[in-house]
């Protein structure tokens, strides 16, 4: 057989090479954490006390780095690099394509007289100017200054990979605008620092800084990796655009949690490992709900570190899949009919003395501070459903939300009954001056048995977008292949702006005479009443909820045009301008980049798939056809006019069923083909987008469906395209 198919699935299972690639994992983890980073431990060895604390400054309060500092730092992390075999340097940032970019510039330099040497400034290590014309702009460079910049983001730690140095960067143009995901969301943590902090003098004045954690979870699918590249639509475009669901999904929801496989197994130790370097702290990894679908999970860190680690991350996974034979897809919806990646961001807020704000305390103290900070960043959801919305939108994200395996497109938050009946007591709160009878009660009584009430809350809403975990907020609808930059820049932005107005609120109530708790009170009883609306603790998955979400007035914005829309509106360009996150025209760009890049994808998808179906799918159904022809004439010459029409009556269905299918593709390839171009000639972003939405993307189902029914007739030895069942369930 000479396709791709069978060449691939020849190398496949029983070769030794793709099986015993066992590693090894040392007893102590431990003891490889942090070996090729950069770490305040490794500073503490290799800098002057001066520029040590200097550089703790700046990392924990943001102060400016002075220029000698730089050339001393820069002059330390050459010769921790330089003892652990780097020969390079890059600073390594997030344009908007969504993944990593680095250039590497050698430590060497030459000097006069022959001779040459190892050298790395300041300067250098501050700034750096990639070739970046080709990054996604949105226009703002081409029309101001055709060149962006990188800069030394000091908060994040500069590491090892290979034999380069890798300096966490951000990516501007130098008019200021941000070109990447990085610079954004730095203004967007520093906004919610100041907020909460200010929030937090109400309750504890020793907090001097409150930093937001993330802890995320990602979700992703492993494929052999001859079996990848025997499949076009993958290797093109991350996803299957054809293939019938194998007989055996993940009904039995057996793969679960349940054992994994070993090749994956060496592969995830070896991940380990590498993660463990690089100062990633994984700790947990199982089997996901799909067959081939995996999860890993790193303990919580400081948000932009966390949104770094992440990125770093998804880099280092393709390159150690690469060497157990597997290709990693980070796709959102990789195969239909089995379920897709997520990727889990869980957010809360800590504080410089230690503690977690979205925590409920040991007394009502504590806990009118947890329902302070847990309020509020419910109202803010309630405020800025759409542009959180929007943040997690992609072309291939939308394959995943509302399709019954992950939360819906509308923004709801769940906070379990058990919260919920508290904020409902809260509802009731006297306006006004509280009785001294009402404080103690709500002291002893509403506020003082929250944590009894959460230790045996073991209620979990799984179908939920927005869903309080006990101690943190889980946004659940993020897709597996984003940067987690994005819903973090909004969810930091809304809550930094929300609590704002909070403080503003409250301040105004105590000038009036009320008392703090008293002020508190009266806010945070306004504020459940409006976000009544957006709590939800039903099954998100559910029809009715859909319904009822319309009646309660949110929105389901199903499809990433339609979010992208929402994104331009005038309050939200209002809110990033107020909290300084992105100007309108930053704002503009980027919604931009991310109408054209769903075009391109869509565009991409249809010229794939035009082509399998055509050069692919149809010469093998045709194939196919002529044997079972040659078949009936056979019979026909054998048996005679009248007899062979019995026995040839299955061949001669089967045939005119092929035609059948085959007219449809071919009549749906060309219509595809005329949607695409009237697509791709408009001019208007917006409507260009929803175009490829809602004209291109609906004549791919037509195609697939013509093509798996093909699949289920034509002979499996001349199938070209490798079969679900092949690439899920190889192990
Ligand atoms: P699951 O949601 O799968 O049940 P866990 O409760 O174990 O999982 O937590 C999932 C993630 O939540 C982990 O990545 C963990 O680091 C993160 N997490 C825990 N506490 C916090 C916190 N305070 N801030 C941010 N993330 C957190
Ligand atoms: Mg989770």
Redesign the pocket.
């Known amino acids: 057989m000479s396709t791709l198919r069978f060449k691939a699935l020849e190398t496949l299972p029983f070769k030794d090479f793709r099986r015993d690639n066992s590693i090894e994992i040392p007893a102590k983890l431990s003891e490889l954490f942090c070996q090729n980073v950069f770490s305040e431990e490794t500073m503490r060895e290799y800098l002057t006390k001066e520029a040590f604390t200097s550089i703790l400054d700046a990392i924990k309060k943001g102060t400016k780095i002075q220029r000698h500092i730089a050339d001393q730092v820069a002059v330390a992390m050459k010769d921790w690099a330089m003892s652990k075999g780097v020969t390079h340097y890059t600073h390594w940032f997030q344009p908007l394509t969504g993944s990593t970019a680095e250039k590497h510039d050698s430590f060497f330099t030459p000097i006069e007289g022959g001779r040459a040497i190892e050298r790395f400034s300041g300067g250098m290590l501050i700034q750096q100017e990639p070739d970046a014309s080709s990054f996604p702009n949105g226009g703002i460079r081409n029309t101001f200054e055709a060149r962006g910049y990188t800069a030394w983001d000091p908060t994040s730690p500069a590491f090892i990979m290979g034999t380069t140095l890798c300096i966490p960067s951000i990516f501007i143009s130098y008019t200021g605008e941000t070109l990447d995901y990085k610079a954004p969301l730095l203004r967007a943590l520093n906004a919610v620092d100041e907020a909460a902090t200010n929030v937090m003098q109400y309750f504890d004045k020793n907090v001097t800084k409150v930093t937001p954690?993330?802890?995320?979870?990602q979700e992703y699918f492993l494929v052999d990796s001859a079996l990848y590249q025997s499949r076009p639509d993958l290797v093109l475009t991350g996803k299957t655009l054809l293939g019938h669901s194998p007989a055996k999904g993940q009904q039995l929801d057996d793969h679960y949690f349940g054992s994994i496989p070993t090749r994956v197994m060496n592969f995830m130790k070896e991940l380990e490992i590498e993660c463990m370097k690089v100062g990633i702290p994984v700790t947990t990894r199982h089997n996901e709900v799909a067959p081939n679908q995996f999860e890993l999970?790193?303990?919580?860190e400081e948000v932009n570190v966390a949104v770094d680690h992440n990125s770093l991350l998804m880099d280092i996974m393709a390159r150690v899949a690469h060497k157990h034979h597997f290709h990693i897809l980070f796709h959102e919806k990789p195969f239909a009919g089995v379920n897709g990646s997520g990727k889990?961001n869980?957010?809360?807020l800590a504080t410089d003395t230690g503690e977690?704000l979205l925590s409920p305390g040991k007394n009502p103290k504590k806990n009118l501070q947890f329902l302070t900070f847990f309020v509020n960043t419910i109202k803010a959801v309630h405020e800025y459903a759409d542009l959180l919305r929007a943040s997690i939108a992609s072309a291939s994200n939308d394959h995943r939300l509302g399709a019954n395996e992950a939360p819906p497109a509308i923004i709801s938050v769940f906070i379990g009954s058990q919260l919920f009946r508290v904020l409902e007591e809260l509802e009731k709160v006297t306006n006004g001056k509280l009785s001294p009878e009402e404080k103690t009660e709500l002291k002893l009584n509403v506020v003082g048995k929250i944590p009894e009430i959460l230790l045996d809350n073991t209620d979990r809403n799984r179908t939920s977008p927005f869903a309080f975990?006990g101690?943190?907020f889980?946004i659940r609808a993020v897709g597996s292949s984003a940067n987690c930059a994005e819903s973090m820049t909004v969810m930091n932005t809304i809550a930094a702006k929300q609590l704002n107005d909070f403080k503003k609120e409250v301040d105004a109530l105590i000038e009036t005479g009320l008392k703090k708790d008293e002020a508190i009170f009266n806010i945070l009883r306004e504020y459940i009443k409006q976000c009544k609306n957006i709590m939800f603790e039903g099954d998100g998955y559910s029809d009715d909820w859909a319904k009822e979400a319309k009646k309660r007035g949110l929105n389901n914005l199903k499809t990433t045009p339609e979010a992208l829309k929402q994104e331009m509106d005038k309050k939200f360009l209002d809110l990033y301008e107020e909290i300084g996150v992105f100007t309108h025209r930053e704002v503009e760009a980027r919604n931009e980049i991310k109408l054209e890049k769903y075009s391109t994808v869509i565009d991409i998808e249809a010229r794939v798939l035009s082509d399998i179906a055509r050069n692919h799918i149809i010469p093998s159904a045709l194939n196919y056809q002529n044997r079972l022809i040659e078949n009936v004439k056979g019979l026909k010459e054998i048996f005679g006019d009248k007899e062979f029409k019995t026995l040839a009556k299955e061949q001669m269905s089967l045939i005119a069923n092929i035609s059948e299918n085959v007219s449809k593709i071919k009549l749906g390839v060309e219509d595809l083909i005329k949607a695409r171009e009237t697509a791709k000639a408009m001019s208007d972003s917006q409507k260009q987008a929803e175009n490829y939405c809602n004209k291109v993307k609906p004549l791919f189902d037509i195609i697939r469906e013509a093509s798996d029914d093909l699949e289920m007739m034509v002979d499996d030895e001349l199938w070209p395209m490798t079969k679900y069942r092949e690439m899920l369930f190889t192990k």
């Open positions: 954690t993330l802890g995320w979870e999970a790193p303990m919580f889990h869980n957010w809360s977690n975990t101690n943190k889980e």
